[in-house]
């Protein structure tokens, strides 16, 4: 009788301590670092999925700050301009340029000029054909540009600005002499780029208009010169 | 709480990318034609100063300015790894745009014209639009301003017609020598219609017709025909 208790109370002790073998105590983490490759027994019914580590660190996130475009120029042009009859004057006008590739860009214009006396007012002594008012000539147009000849100019070893010759041409309006006449303009200019936001151009046009001002109608050619200076934005 | 990770705000700076292709080709000058001045290896980053047409001022990590091209700039990535991405315009943002502006040129009633329009989208079909126009003939000059729908009918087309509709005022001053000129403004109403094809980038050309009734002060109302064709932009 002892030695069934006996036998059975071995029995039992096997079997717990096989299962306590089995089982994983929590300071068997810390204690059996694993060094090798685990290969994993599917025949182990009591195996252990192994523990997916939960990112404690959300994901970066980025703001994109936005990208200022530098498409357009506003600028003021100076220079001379040749008024059909009416002789030749200072002009002044107001530029604005908007890129829309690096071959063409579209600009408009604003300019104001002073036409003198025709030749005929000049040896009649006081004829007077126009009033001072009348003699200001008011244009502006709207023009579609192509750069045909970008570059670089160079002074000096240091510097290197970027220049472009380019070509212009449009439509607009003139007003002259009590008039508003529809005109053509086209013309050639010069832009050197001194910094990345400053534009000097040379510009050379033609603003044609079609006029009966003095009598017959006749397409009148006002060649304009102009040097400007114009800031990116 | 504390450490609780910032989004990595920097409205007020430049933009940071990481060149990730072998190498990132800076430019002298924003154009195909400037040659080569300097190259940034994969791993470095720089920053974008800002862009002029489809070219970007780039500012290196040792301080180095120059100019990338889109196509460049296009494998280029973001601090989270993400492609960076430059969008000129295309078909898709033609079709679902906001606002568009342009300007055209025809004649009204044998007399030039000089037009500038704007427009904003109230559905991709239908937009709401102000044009204001100058005209400039031999026995009058003057101005018409409108301001109507558009219906589009397939703005997805490269090529849709579409129809206008709308009210406007026309100032006119005669031009003329006998008689003292008198400036005289009216109302009119419009219909009209017309074709607008996508070109490239942001880019379209519209050609238009409208029949204009201006509501005189006399007995009979008078009618203009106005064409014009141009191009214009969305954004």
């Known amino acids: 009788m002892e030695s069934r208790i006996r036998v059975l109370l071995l029995g039992l002790s096997c079997c717990l301590m096989g299962g306590c073998a089995s089982l994983h105590w929590p300071w068997h983490h810390k204690a059996a670092p694993v060094t090798a490759p685990v290969t994993a027994n599917t025949d182990d019914d009591n195996a252990v999925p192994p523990t997916v580590i939960e990112p404690e660190v959300d994901r970066r996130k980025i703001t994109v700050p936005k990208i200022k475009a530098h498409d357009s120029e506003l600028g003021i042009n100076f220079g001379i301009m040749s008024i059909e009859d009416f002789d030749t004057g200072p002009v002044s006008s107001l530029r604005y340029d908007y890129h829309l590739t690096e071959d063409y860009f579209f600009e408009a214009n604003y300019g104001r000029a002073k036409g003198g006396k025709t030749s005929y007012e000049e040896l009649s002594g006081n004829v007077q054909l126009l009033t001072d008012a009348e003699r200001q000539f008011t244009y502006y147009n709207v023009s579609l540009g192509y750069n045909f000849l970008p570059g670089e100019i160079f002074i000096g070893r240091k510097l290197a600005m970027t220049s472009a010759l380019y070509m212009i041409g449009g439509i607009g309006s003139v007003k002259f002499g009590g008039d508003q006449n529809f005109s053509l303009n086209f013309g050639s200019g010069f832009r050197v780029l001194p910094t990345n936001w400053l534009s000097i151009h040379l510009d050379v046009q033609d603003i044609a208009i079609k006029s009966d001002l003095l009598g017959v109608y006749r397409i009148k050619n006002n060649m304009e010169a102009t040097i400007g200076a114009s800031a990116f934005f | ?235």
Not at chain 2, 114 to 131: Q, Y
Not at chain 2, 148 to 162: D, K, Q, V, Y
Not at chain 2, 165 to 173: A, P, S, Y
């Open chain 2, 1 to 235: 709480m504390a450490l609780a990770p910032t989004p990595a705000r920097a409205a007020h700076e430049s933009l940071q990318l990481f060149v990730t292709e072998p190498y990132l080709e800076l430019h002298t000058g924003p154009g195909r034609g400037y040659p080569v001045q300097q190259v940034v290896e994969r791993g470095e980053s720089v920053r974008v100063l800002f862009r002029r047409t489809d070219w970007f001022r780039i500012r290196t990590e040792s301080g180095f300015e120059g100019w990338a091209d889109a196509a460049s700039m296009n494998k280029l990535r973001l601090a989270d790894g993400t492609r960076f991405s430059y969008n000129p315009g295309n078909r898709e943002g033609y079709a679902t745009h906001r606002w568009e502006a342009g300007i055209t040129a025809g004649s009204v009633d044998g007399a030039s014209l000089i037009s500038g329009f704007a427009g904003l989208s109230i559905t991709d079909h239908l937009h709401a639009e102000l044009t204001a126009s100058q005209f400039l003939g031999d026995v009058s000059t003057g101005y018409i301003y409108d301001v109507g729908l558009m219906h589009i009918f397939a703005p997805e087309w490269r090529l849709s017609p579409f129809l206008t509709l709308g009210t406007g005022w026309e100032v006119v001053n005669p031009l003329t020598t006998l008689t003292a000129s008198q400036v005289r403004g009216s109302q009119t109403a419009y219909v009209g219609g017309g074709l607008r094809m996508y070109m490239t980038r942001r880019f379209f050309v519209r050609a238009e017709f409208r029949n204009h009734e201006v509501f005189t002060h006399t007995n009979f109302n008078e009618v203009q025909d106005e064409w014009k064709v141009g191009f214009g932009f969305y954004f």
